[in-house]
């Protein structure tokens, strides 16, 4: 999966210009983008570079929102997409708990 990781940096960026460190629109983000992953599995006639898109879509909310609340993650550990995915919804269940502060962290 190193074609995986490596698109899924390339999807990232280098930089951080037009992305949002508010939690709030990242989870929103997320939400969006796991929706519409979630519809290319029901979907059986999706185009496989659709498919792929979304999943690069939702890896990339996820790494960001996992950074924004210091849950560490990187593209390098999406050899295997699924593993990963499945460890940091763990992960952001326990850092979104309502026991946890969602204030904006400004660096």
Do not use: W
């Amino acid at each position: 999966m190193v074609m995986y990781v490596d698109l899924l940096t390339r999807a990232l960026g280098t930089g951080e210009e037009g992305h949002s460190s508010d939690v709030h629109l990242l989870l929103a983000d997320l939400v969006h983008s796991r929706a519409r992953l979630r519809a290319t599995e029901r979907e059986l006639g999706t185009p496989v570079v659709e498919a792929l898109a979304r999943e690069l879509s939702y890896d990339g909310a996820l790494i960001r929102l996992c950074e924004s609340l210091d849950v560490a993650t990187t593209p390098d550990r999406f050899a295997n997409p699924v593993r990963e995915r499945a460890r940091l919804e763990r992960e952001l269940e326990v850092a979104l708990s309502p026991e946890r502060d969602l204030k904006p962290q400004y660096t």
